[in-house]
């Protein structure tokens, strides 16, 4: 059967089981859009490059599956590259076409050419630069495979258009053969057993859970692990639901902004389990001050993380899920090493001690009075299904939801961790629901954030994409203007940005939106009882929120997390 490239593009797309896909058409792509009009796949028209990257990304962290985005040459592929650096931080499989110039106009200075395999060569696990259309079944084949396997994360194809015209014989491949990629999933089973009796030994262990467990699917072997152990758990940003929150052995959020319990327990324990972290700098805070007194035992399928930052004491290269599975079948393999454990119901009481001394806390005055951002996000999760998907822009607003939302089930809590995307909320709120069509998806946003990308709510309005955003309006950059009152006295340099321009109630209903706002604690629950009844549309309610509110526990930069600060009285947890 003879396709041109174009057509072969979208029917290997198909072959791979994609069933939506989020884009923008121009110029080098157009010959690719006109078979999408023949195609089931459907195709989502965003109004930024840089959302269709987001939503892919959304899609991709609520289902598992990996999420399609495609945009022209040039500015449009630029416009992308910050979707594919926070999905390689994060480790968010996506595959990503672009069009490119005819080959040979490349490297000519054409209209809207840039290298873009250059470009993104840093930011993506592989890209390709297709040259023959002949190639495509079997570059999207492996795009698919290397976005998907290992550690993963996202790809690139690059599309010329005399390709995307070209002519081809249609054919399938029956496998994928790339000699040079072999991710290594299963963990070794000396590594295995050294983990087992190092975690017996243990008088104060802590789980340290990261992203790779959710990535791994493995959040069931997890919760069995740790009945059968009675190891406390902390969560790290990017793993909230990976454990749930209401379990006993839950401790929360490590890191700069995580709980004191959290954070101290780190410090203090004599080892920690790292599954699937990275031992980031906003976990460990000064790097040389961090848990000095833990051995460490470090899971993860990518080995140029272990020893990148700390040196593991046991090192084990594998898929988490496969990991934890084998730890518990060498427990239960061997009853007598399991009783004759070391008891660490010493430190078990330790840590609900610090729980219960060193709790999360705001104050929020009478119904009337300013209203407290904390306040707000406990009353939307109060008042949604627990399974609601939460999807995070960057900042306060950030912090305060994964500190103060309980996460019961994986795959629920949705933001931008290692690079930190400013306007990642709304189009990544889009891509879940589009994902999870019969799940609640609530947008935790900032007005900071809100600015860059709200215009991806008209794709939403136009699309039936029902998502409901909670916006923190404080007029600020808030966490900038933080760091600028604790550490630069007081001198708030470009960080205002006004509470009523643009008016957000006006502008959401611009774009189709049902919109409200809030300016006080009473109205809080009715308004957001009123949100939740609409299902037709988008919703976004503007919240007023006190301005001069900080994020605490914190721990300033360039210090140990020893010198965690409690609140605005500037306690330190020692």
């Known amino acids: ?43 989502i028209l965003v109004r930024h490059e840089q959302g269709a990257g987001h939503m892919a990304e959304g899609y991709a962290h609520a289902t598992g599956r990996p999420g399609v985005a495609m945009v022209t040459s040039g500015p449009a592929a630029t416009n992308i590259v910050t979707p594919l650096a926070d999905a390689y931080m994060d480790s968010v499989p996506i595959v990503v076409i672009t069009g490119q110039v005819a080959t040979g106009l490349i490297g000519s200075d054409a209209f809207q050419e840039a290298d873009t395999t250059g470009i993104t060569m840093s930011v993506t696990k592989h890209n390709w630069l297709v040259t023959d259309a002949n190639d495509i079944p079997n570059v999207v084949a492996e795009a698919f495979h290397v976005a998907t396997t290992g550690r993963p994360g996202p790809v690139l194809i690059d599309f010329p258009k005399d390709v995307a015209n070209a002519e081809m014989d249609w054919y399938w491949p029956t496998s994928v053969d790339m000699p040079g990629y072999k991710p290594n999933t299963r963990g070794h089973s000396k590594m295995i057993a050294a983990a087992v009796k190092m975690m017996f030994e243990s008088a104060k262990p802590v789980f340290y859970v990261g992203g790779g467990v959710l990535n791994a699917r ?60 990275r031992f980031d700098d906003r976990v460990t805070g000064k790097l040389d001050g961090f848990a000095p ?3 460490v035992i470090h899971v993860d399928i990518d080995p140029a993380e272990l020893g990148k930052l700390r040196r593991p004491d046991v090192p084990i290269v594998g898929d988490c899920r496969s990991v934890i599975e084998d730890i518990i079948r060498a427990i239960k393999a061997d009853p007598d090493a399991y009783q004759q454990r070391t008891d660490i119901s010493d430190w078990v009481k330790t840590v609900k001690q610090w729980q219960e001394k060193y709790p999360l806390k705001y104050e929020q005055p009478a119904l009337s009075g300013v209203l407290k951002p904390q306040y707000v996000i406990e009353k939307l999760r109060d008042a949604v299904p627990s399974d609601t998907i939460v999807v995070s822009g960057v900042g306060q607003h950030q912090m305060w939801a994964s500190q103060y939302w309980k996460f019961n089930y994986p795959y629920t809590w949705i933001n931008s961790g290692g690079l930190g995307t400013m306007g990642f909320a709304v189009p990544a709120a889009i891509g879940a629901k589009v994902g999870m069509p019969d799940r609640t998806v609530w947008a935790i946003d900032g007005d900071g954030c809100f600015q860059m990308t709200a215009q991806e709510l008209v794709t939403a309005s136009m699309e039936r994409i029902p998502i409901k955003v909670a916006l923190l309006n404080n007029s600020y950059l808030g966490m900038v203007r933080q760091w600028q009152e604790m550490f630069y006295g007081e001198r708030y340099s470009e960080v205002y940005l006004s ?39 988008p919703v976004v309610i503007e919240f007023r929120t006190d301005s001069s509110e900080k994020v605490f526990p914190m721990v300033p930069a360039g210090v140990t997390n020893d010198n965690i600060i409690l609140g605005p009285e500037g306690l330190n947890g020692k």
Request: proline share 8%; with cysteine.
């Open 218 to 277: 493995g959040s069931e072997a997890l919760a069995e692990l740790v009945e059968i152990t009675g190891i406390p758990v902390v969560t790290t940003l990017m793993a909230r639901g990976a454990f749930p929150d209401d379990h006993p052995l839950c401790l929360g959020m490590p890191g700069m902004h995580g709980n004191y319990t959290a954070v101290t327990a780190m410090q203090k324990s004599d080892l920690l389990i790292a599954l699937g972290s």
């Open 293 to 295: 007194g833990a051995k």
């Open 499 to 537: 509470p009523d321009l643009p008016d957000y109630v006006k502008w959401a209903e611009a774009m189709g939106c049902a919109s409200f706002r809030v300016e006080n604690a009473e109205e809080v629950g009715p308004t957001i009882e009123k949100a939740n009844e609409i299902n037709d549309r």
């Open 1 to 43: 059967m003879k396709l041109t490239g174009a057509q072969a593009l979208i029917k290997s797309l198909e072959m791979q089981g994609v069933d939506v896909m989020f884009g923008l058409p121009g110029g080098a792509i157009l010959p690719v859009y006109d078979p999408i009009i023949d195609s089931p796949i459907r195709h």
